[in-house]
């Protein structure tokens, strides 16, 4: 068998720093490298990645290879897979790794295909196999009912993983790693989808993927009025609102505010549910919260079977009487 | 326009946490007795994004596709009582086992079989083993532009102008045609079928099409195909140890959690 070795991933910038995912996919790739006996290298693709080059490294990379292109920019498909291409054929990795975003949900399967490779989507767990060092991904199936252990036979073996399923390393600056220039190119005639315009629809306040608190709103919430009293809540609490999916659908709150499989994963120290009925797809973005506060007038919910702690009523009730008391505990 | 949706067949994937029931050693899921197969729902939107797009393109016609074996076929008469024109079963025991490529592979010879087709429209992610590809790889096998989770698809002199949902707002990409959109949740509510639409779909008749048909090689199809393999599936446990809160009244109960929270020095 041709040399199999090369474990690379593909890494994120946000403003010309590191994106969390970059740093946690460089945090279970250093574990994976290690036990395959490969360097551990991150592919960076924009511009202005000096920076973000070498805070790769800190964060546990052997090579950063820095495709620097004005064409690169700003994420467009086609431009992104072609240059990831041209690169990944060049190292022509075993391994190959990416976060499940904006970016990764869009190109790795583009990559796979192109490479001839194959993907394990959304996982939350990587590991290698010890007699066969093949990657083992780990991945929530039936909207995170159950887990699917895949292992890729086709190189390079693929996985994007999921923010906050796997933890970062400190970063230690005085880490010794390589920055490598490569040429990415692209050829004008690959892109046939063009990027017109962006649109950031962020909340104000404390980022929800950040917030310490999280207070959900759910379908029984009613309507788009009764979201006033959970932002109370939040900004009680110093954290930000999220909302299921059918909240979103129903149009009471901005869709960029959905948690769950589809929307922000969040791992808070408090996440409260409230008229949440607690289907798996919305479990699958909370799931890593240390604390799930519940409040739903059916005590059949499945929101119960996940959550620490609970309580059984309408929250028109149980709302404000809990606002109350949590300023009054917060005040002393 | 000539447009294609594809769809499958997907398990109910609402169900309770305790419906749910797997084959760990066969690495199947079970289906849930007494619960309905239902359409994806990510397809069914896409059934209504091609119907909004054939609303505003009069004589526009919408072909439905889907792989599978058995019963899986019926969801072809969903979209036909939706509104699609013509439905077709690719049904050949050779797929069976098919991954995300073989699956694309499949749905790439029927759309070569059919010839003029303008858009092709995905879901974004299929409801059962939520892989989220074959939509990516039919695109890639069929060498057309390719823009994925749309939350709004338009068709604008002869171009198609797409919103593409965005963990933080969206972006707005233009492509030419052919190409192939992934729906999204956020392009809105399916329509209902109509009652005419019910009528009129039990009359049609749903085309069965064999890998012969679309000259499909089987060597590259099936499960001796696929380029991954599961080898384990099993249910999370999931300790459920929920602390409820009682009291005369539900206020009195939540301030009494709110206390609890304090002095576990959670807020
Ligand atoms: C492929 C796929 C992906 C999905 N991705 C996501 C996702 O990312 N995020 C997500 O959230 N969902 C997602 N969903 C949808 C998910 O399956 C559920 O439909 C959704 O989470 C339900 O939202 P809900 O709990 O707000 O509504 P419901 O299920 O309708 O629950 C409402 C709850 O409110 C309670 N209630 C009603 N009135 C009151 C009251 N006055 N006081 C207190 N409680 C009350 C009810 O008892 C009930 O439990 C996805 C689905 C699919 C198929
Ligand atoms: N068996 C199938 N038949 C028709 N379309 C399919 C099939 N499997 C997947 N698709 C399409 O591809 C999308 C993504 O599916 P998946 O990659 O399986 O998550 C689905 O939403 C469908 O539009």
Known sequence: ?332 | MNIVVCAKQVPNPEIPMGKFKIDAQALKVIPPEGIAPVISPFDEQAIEVALRIKEKNPGSKITALTVGAGSAGDILKHALSMGADEGIFLSDPAFEGSDAFGTAYILSKAIQKLGNVDLILCGRQAADWDVGQVGTLLAEDLGIPLITIARKVEVLNGKLSVERALIDGYEVLEAPMPSLVTVSNEVGLPRLPTGMGIIMAARKKVAVWKAQDMGIDVAKVGKNAARSEMVKLYIPVREAKCEMFQADTVAEATVKMAVRLREAKVI
């Open chain 1, 1 to 332: 068998m041709a040399e199999d070795k090369g474990l690379l991933t593909i890494g994120e910038v946000a403003n010309g720093k590191l994106a969390p995912i970059a740093a946690e996919l460089l945090g279970i790739g250093r574990k994976l490298a290690d036990a395959r006996g490969d360097k551990l290298d991150m592919l960076l693709l924009g511009a202005n990645l000096a920076e973000a080059a070498k805070q790769a490294i800190a964060y546990g990379a052997d090579r950063v290879y820095v495709a620097e292109n004005p064409a690169l920019a700003e994420y467009n498909p086609d431009s992104y897979a072609a240059a990831a291409t041209k690169v990944a054929k060049q190292l022509s990795p075993s391994i190959l790794l990416m976060g499940q975003t904006d970016m990764g949900r869009d190109l790795a399967p583009r990559l796979a295909a192109k490479l001839g490779g194959a993907v394990s989507m959304d996982c939350t767990e990587l590991a290698i196999e010890p007699d066969t060092k093949l990657l083992l991904a780990t991945r929530p199936v039936f909207g995170g009912n159950a887990n699917g252990v895949m292992r890729v036979k086709a190189r390079p073996q693929m996985a994007t993983i999921r923010a906050k399923s796997m933890a970062a390393l400190e970063p230690n600056a005085s880490r010794q790693g390589e920055v490598i220039k490569v040429d990415a190119g692209v050829d004008a005639s690959a892109v046939k989808v063009k990027v017109t315009k962006k649109v950031k629809q962020e909340a104000l306040g404390i980022k929800l993927e950040d917030a310490e608190f999280v207070v959900t709103g759910g379908r029984g919430m009613g309507g788009a009025e009764a979201f006033k009293s959970l932002e109370e809540l939040a900004r009680v609490l110093g954290g930000a609102v999220g909302a299921t999916r059918a909240a979103c659908d129903d149009g009471w709150v901005a869709s960029t505010i959905q948690v769950g499989q589809t929307g922000k994963i969040v791992s808070p120290k408090l996440y409260i549910a409230v008229g949440v009925s607690g289907a798996m797809q919305h479990i699958a973005g909370c799931s890593g919260s240390k604390n799930i506060v519940a409040i739903n007038k059916d005590p059949e919910a499945n929101i119960f079977k996940v959550a620490h702690f609970g309580v059984v009523g309408d929250y028109k009730e149980a709302l404000p009487a809990f606002i109350q008391k949590c300023k009054e505990l917060l005040a002393t």
